[in-house]
């Protein structure tokens, strides 16, 4: 059914269609108006059984998903930013248990300082958790991976985390085609726990493990990371055949058969990238844009194939490891060594921190400087240089040079001057 509908709610929407039996979040922004449409949808009685738990914090909420999860009740839950943060010694032992829940993060900057705005820096900090994480382009995929999810997750009892990019996509209105129940029935059977406690037939669930088995342990998280690798693809193409349209997967190339400049990015930058790409290509500029849906297990081998007649390889960073480099680069340089091949250049432009525009001019700009060699292998789009520099002069000019966050806002005019 195609409607007008904001992000969040179409979200709420598709996880309902999941007939999930018990829901549990602590409200933050941006990831509230997602779990206040499920609790109202089961209030109404919208959810059968389902039942919704009101819990003290992010940290409880990942808890009670567990342990719903290993009693065999299909759980879902969300969060976003410092949410995420506050709950990931949860976070790892659903993964290190082996628990199939789904939880949307709506991709917010993690502070100090305080930032409720749109990057990716709250889902690269577990990702290496043993989650899986699937990124939304835009919110007809932010619906359709949730269904993808629950299947992924049950098929292989490893948690799914689907990326939401928060506000640009959650609070967004766009036009959703809503499957009917019965297309999610057909695609999604009921939960079959692979492991369940059972007080008729009991077992440990979480027992301690010591050097003897851990590495072991840790390598057979990391295969079924691979068994996910080599199932989503097939998976999307069911999904494709039973909603007529196509979903998830690892790779999504755009004007790719004769590029040079090839652009990779995640999440719903990936839209602005090929407006960009179609005005630059009207100049004659061979450029092409690969989107990322998976990026937990990481599509090496698919990234590598499609990036195979590039010359060069721009990638748009909307987190970075501090004093180090570029995340999703670091994972694409490494890939395209193993291919064996002779891999194309690769940059890494960090865009988009705490929600600062990317916008379609200064992505032509960038990608112009790329496709002439003049890029950097490392550099920021949009950076502030001359802000920094007062900074770091004011800094070496007197020990209580006071809090950079808030000397550069008053730099910019936007917060008041010092007291006193």
């Known amino acids: 059914m195609l409607t007008q509908i904001e992000g969040s709610r179409a979200v709420a929407e598709a996880v309902g269609l999941c007939r999930p039996e018990v829901v549990c979040a602590y409200p933050i922004s941006p990831q509230t108006h997602i779990i206040e449409a499920v609790g109202a949808m089961v209030k109404a009685g919208r959810l059968g059984s389902c039942e919704f738990i009101n819990v003290e914090s992010e940290f409880a909420a990942m808890s009670v998903s567990i342990g719903a999860s290993a009693m065999g009740a299909r759980a879902y839950t969300a969060t976003a930013s410092q949410g995420l943060l506050f709950m990931t010694e949860a976070v790892y032992n659903a993964a290190g248990l082996g628990l199939p829940i789904v939880m949307t993060v709506a991709n917010r900057a993690i502070g100090a300082p305080i930032n409720i705005w749109n990057d990716h820096s709250d889902a690269m900090s577990v990702r290496d958790s043993g989650w899986i994480q699937l990124f939304a382009e ?87 990371q691979l068994q996910a690798l080599a199932r989503i693809p097939s998976l999307a193409a069911e999904f494709a055949a039973a909603f007529g349209r196509r979903s998830g997967g690892l790779v999504h190339p755009y004007r790719m058969e004769d590029a040079e400049t090839v652009v990779l990015a995640l999440g719903s930058v990936l839209g602005t990238l090929k407006d960009a790409v179609d005005s630059l290509r009207e100049e004659g500029r061979r450029l092409g844009v690969l989107g990322v849906s998976t990026f937990r297990p990481f599509p090496a081998a698919a990234i590598a194939e499609a990036l195979s007649g590039a010359r060069r390889v721009v990638v748009i960073e909307k987190a970075f490891s501090i004093g180090g480099h570029g995340i999703l680069g670091a994972d694409v340089a490494l890939a395209l060594g193993r291919s064996g091949r002779q891999g194309p250049r690769v940059h890494d432009v960090v865009a988009g921190l705490g929600g600062r525009p990317i916008t379609e001019a200064s992505l032509r700009r960038m990608l112009a400087e790329a496709s002439e060699g003049r890029l950097p292998d490392f550099t920021f789009l949009d950076l502030d240089r001359g802000l920094v520099e007062r900074e770091l002069r004011r800094m070496d000019a007197t020990r209580r040079s006071g809090p950079s966050a808030e000397n550069l806002l008053r730099d910019l005019g936007v917060a008041s001057t010092r007291i006193g």
């Open 138 to 224: 835009t919110n007809q995929e932010a619906a359709d991976l949730h269904i993808l999810a629950f299947r992924l997750a049950e098929e292989l009892s490893v948690p799914v985390m689907v990326c939401v990019d928060g506000f640009v996509l959650t609070h967004a209105v766009e036009r959703v085609d809503l499957p009917e129940q019965e297309q999610v029935d057909s695609f999604l059977p009921p939960f079959e726990p692979r492991q369940v406690l059972d007080p008729d037939d009991p077992v440990t669930i979480g027992a301690m493990v010591g050097p003897e088995a851990f590495t072991e342990v840790r390598y057979l998280a990391h295969a079924l």
